[in-house]
């Protein structure tokens, strides 16, 4: 009996030295516990005199009380207030700050030049913020949403202090949730190698961040908490108005780790308008930014570089996008930002979840004549594959069709079609086929690169993707039916793809370039390979990068990477913290 009572207390007493070890290496730790007290204060120092209510809030065991400033008994200048902890001064290099909300008021940068972050030792004034150090996670709050305002210390502290340096009404209305500090070396780096690993869990935070020139409720995002519930099918909405100029954006901001560089990141989306997903218009609004406690770390606008970058189909069947960057400095927070201009609407975005991977993830689901998991080849004969043209006129043709099956990914075929107003009854196509039948719910398609130009949404009338088993048809996408597209992870490139889901089985694909109604000179394509991936359970996910095959991949609730369906213990989570 003792020596199993011994037993459990042992387990009991290790579990509370690895929660206790990993607490320890959270980031935003909330300064409390023994010897932590906290204080009104004003220009002078404490006042007690000028403050009515209980501060216990702030420094209590619950992250959720707070002190609402409105309780000073006068907005006189530099009322603030103190975190002290009698029992530890915090070294140099610690980030220090408030969790803070303003109800239903915004964070703007008038009220964030107002406030100032100090820190003292022993009653001695260390250093104190600026408007160019204060920073805030993220740059302007939402209406009801708790907000980081901290810097990055270079002097020892063991009191932190929030107040302001003119009267300002909004700032009545401030709630402070509690202090805190943390050495932002000690925050361990997530580097699990999972791909499409779900930024979410109870470590994350949301965050909604608007213009000054934004007013609720003419642009708002609805259901902010499902971008980082862990549901890969639940999405907030982000609502522009139009006519309505400025810049919105959403984030999720881990607390606990921090993101290495080198991987990607960024969000899975979904235009409300599916005709926008290939607009230069579209893609040059929308801009996606990392950043490291508060600070800038990388920022990409998804049409730089001149052509379209970023873009992948992530739902078979499904107009849902991912758009990334790859990262050069690590994070632990990642935003979507949609600026809308002059002459653009965007209307409404859905935005499911945000994700970071190694660059390496991507299927090996080209169809080659070697090197790839899926053998093939050419489908010769005039009726599968057209011809080089004739006599160097200006017709339809296709020249090097070898070069979508070879293993070189860099090699493309070539496909010429020409003006709509001389030669419109022509067409250029070339058909792949695979040395097995293929099942149905397999996503295939053509990887393709427009010419001379950036592509736009036009040009997916002039395109047609067509399955086969044997010589019957038995899947056709088109532009107006069910027709894919799509863009890969590449840099300053116009490469996209297009395709559809089977419904059949199949052993043959056929893509087929029209010179289209309102194209007045030759246009070209390159086309650089074929592509099938197979999804067995039809959830949505390929085979290769299914975890839970017969079960659903898109609920990830504590955000380690793994499904929960494919995860049976809480090893993991606790190594995650989310």
Same mark, same amino acid.
């Given at each position: 009996?003792?020596?199993?009572?011994?037993?459990?207390?042992?387990?009991?007493? &290790?579990?509370?030295?690895?929660?206790?070890?990993?607490?320890?290496? $959270?980031?935003?730790?909330?300064?409390?516990?023994?010897?932590?007290?906290?204080?009104?204060?004003?220009?002078?120092?404490?006042?007690?005199?000028?403050?009515?209510?209980? &501060?216990?809030?702030?420094?209590?065991?619950?992250?959720?009380?707070?002190?609402? &400033?409105?309780?000073?008994?006068?907005?006189?200048?530099?009322?603030?207030?103190?975190?002290?902890?009698?029992?530890?001064?915090?070294?140099?290099?610690?980030?220090?700050?408030?969790?803070?909300?303003?109800?239903?008021?915004?964070?703007?940068?008038?009220?964030?030049?107002?406030?100032?972050?100090?820190?003292?030792?022993?009653?001695?004034?260390?250093?104190?913020?600026?408007?160019?150090?204060?920073?805030?996670?993220?740059?302007?709050? /939402?209406?009801?949403?708790?907000?980081?305002?901290?810097?990055?210390?270079?002097?020892?502290?063991?009191?932190?202090?929030?107040?302001?340096?003119?009267?300002?009404?909004?700032?009545?209305?401030?709630?402070?949730?509690?202090?805190?500090?943390?050495?932002?070396?000690?925050?361990?780096?997530?580097?699990?190698?999972?791909?499409?690993?779900?930024?979410?869990?109870?470590?994350?935070?949301?965050?909604?961040?608007?213009?000054?020139?934004?007013?609720?409720?003419?642009?708002?995002?609805?259901?902010?908490?499902?971008?980082?519930?862990?549901?890969?099918?639940?999405?907030?909405?982000?609502?522009?108005?139009?006519?309505?100029?400025?810049?919105?954006?959403?984030?999720?901001?881990?607390?606990?780790?921090?993101?290495?560089?080198?991987?990607?990141?960024?969000?899975?989306?979904?235009?409300?308008?599916?005709?926008?997903?290939?607009?230069?218009?579209?893609?040059?609004?929308?801009?996606?930014?990392?950043?490291?406690?508060?600070?800038?770390?990388?920022?990409?606008?998804?049409?730089?570089?001149?052509?379209?970058?970023?873009?992948?189909?992530?739902?078979?069947?499904?107009?849902?996008?991912?758009?990334?960057?790859?990262?050069?400095?690590?994070?632990?927070?990642?935003?979507?930002?949609?600026?809308?201009?002059?002459?653009?609407?965007?209307?409404?975005?859905?935005?499911?979840?945000?994700?970071?991977?190694?660059?390496?993830?991507?299927?090996?689901?080209?169809?080659?004549?070697?090197?790839?998991?899926?053998?093939?080849?050419?489908?010769?004969?005039?009726?599968?594959?057209?011809?080089?043209?004739?006599?160097?006129?200006?017709?339809?043709?296709?020249?090097?069709?070898?070069?979508?099956?070879?293993?070189?990914?860099?090699?493309?075929?070539?496909?010429?079609?020409?003006?709509?107003?001389?030669?419109?009854?022509?067409?250029?196509?070339?058909?792949?086929?695979?040395?097995?039948?293929?099942?149905?719910?397999?996503?295939?398609?053509?990887?393709?690169?427009?010419?001379?130009?950036?592509?736009?949404?036009?040009?997916?009338?002039?395109?047609?993707?067509?399955?086969?088993?044997?010589?019957?048809?038995?899947?056709?996408?088109?532009?107006?039916?069910?027709?894919?597209?799509?863009?890969?992870?590449?840099?300053?490139?116009?490469?996209?793809?297009?395709?559809?889901?089977?419904?059949?089985?199949?052993?043959? &694909?056929?893509?087929?370039?029209?010179?289209?109604?309102? %194209?007045?000179?030759?246009?070209?394509?390159?086309?650089?390979?074929?592509?099938?991936?197979?999804?067995?359970?039809?959830?949505?996910?390929?085979?290769?990068?299914?975890?839970?095959?017969?079960?659903?991949?898109?609920?990830?609730?504590? /955000?380690?990477?793994?499904?929960?369906?494919?995860?049976?213990?809480?090893?993991?989570? %606790?190594?995650? $913290?989310?």
């Amino acid at each position: 009996m003792t020596k199993k009572l011994f037993g459990k207390l042992a387990a009991m007493l &290790m579990m509370l030295i690895m929660s206790t070890a990993v607490f320890a290496q $959270q980031g935003y730790e909330p300064i409390r516990g023994m010897g932590v007290e906290a204080k009104p204060v004003n220009n002078s120092g404490i006042c007690l005199a000028c403050y009515n209510g209980n &501060m216990n809030p702030v420094v209590d065991a619950s992250l959720d009380n707070s002190v609402n &400033m409105g309780n000073f008994a006068s907005l006189i200048s530099g009322n603030g207030i103190s975190v002290k902890n009698n029992n530890t001064t915090y070294p140099a290099g610690y980030i220090t700050g408030f969790n803070v909300d303003l109800g239903t008021s915004f964070i703007t940068i008038d009220l964030l030049s107002s406030l100032r972050i100090s820190t003292y030792k022993n009653g001695v004034l260390q250093e104190t913020t600026t408007s160019s150090t204060l920073l805030s996670v993220p740059a302007f709050g /939402g209406s009801k949403n708790r907000i980081f305002l901290h810097f990055k210390t270079s002097k020892e502290f063991d009191e932190v202090r929030l107040y302001q340096t003119n009267v300002l009404s909004v700032f009545s209305a401030m709630n402070v949730y509690y202090a805190f500090a943390f050495d932002p070396t000690k925050v361990p780096t997530d580097n699990n190698g999972i791909c499409d690993d779900i930024i979410a869990g109870s470590g994350v935070d949301g965050n909604v961040s608007g213009s000054s020139s934004f007013l609720a409720p003419l642009s708002y995002v609805q259901n902010k908490e499902n971008i980082g519930d862990g549901n890969k099918n639940s999405f907030g909405k982000i609502v522009l108005p139009i006519g309505l100029l400025g810049s919105y954006s959403v984030g999720v901001l881990d607390k606990n780790q921090v993101y290495p560089a080198g991987n990607r990141t960024g969000f899975v989306i979904e235009p409300d308008d599916q005709g926008k997903l290939l607009s230069a218009e579209f893609l040059k609004n929308i801009t996606i930014e990392t950043y490291l406690f508060g600070q800038l770390q990388d920022s990409r606008q998804l049409s730089d570089g001149g052509g379209l970058i970023n873009i992948k189909v992530l739902g078979y069947g499904s107009g849902k996008q991912k758009v990334t960057l790859t990262t050069t400095k690590p994070f632990n927070e990642v935003r979507l930002k949609i600026t809308q201009t002059v002459g653009f609407n965007l209307g409404a975005l859905k935005v499911y979840y945000a994700f970071e991977e190694p660059i390496s993830c991507e299927c090996d689901d080209k169809i080659q004549t070697s090197g790839s998991a899926v053998p093939g080849n050419i489908v010769t004969g005039s009726n599968w594959t057209s011809g080089p043209g004739f006599l160097g006129l200006i017709l339809a043709k296709m020249t090097s069709p070898e070069a979508i099956v070879d293993n070189n990914p860099s090699n493309y075929a070539t496909a010429t079609v020409p003006a709509a107003s001389i030669f419109s009854i022509f067409s250029a196509f070339a058909t792949v086929s695979s040395n097995s039948v293929l099942p149905a719910n397999t996503m295939a398609g053509f990887t393709v690169e427009k010419a001379g130009n950036l592509l736009g949404v036009s040009v997916l009338e002039n395109i047609t993707v067509t399955l086969y088993n044997g010589n019957s048809v038995t899947d056709t996408f088109t532009s107006s039916g069910s027709l894919i597209s799509g863009n890969f992870f590449t840099t300053n490139s116009n490469k996209f793809y297009v395709g559809g889901k089977a419904t059949k089985p199949f052993n043959r &694909m056929k893509i087929t370039f029209n010179s289209g109604t309102a %194209i007045r000179i030759p246009q070209s394509y390159y086309i650089y390979n074929a592509f099938a991936s197979k999804d067995d359970d039809n959830d949505g996910v390929p085979n290769c990068f299914d975890r839970c095959p017969g079960g659903d991949d898109s609920i990830d609730n504590n /955000g380690n990477g793994i499904p929960d369906c494919a995860e049976g213990c809480t090893v993991v989570m %606790i190594s995650r $913290q989310h």
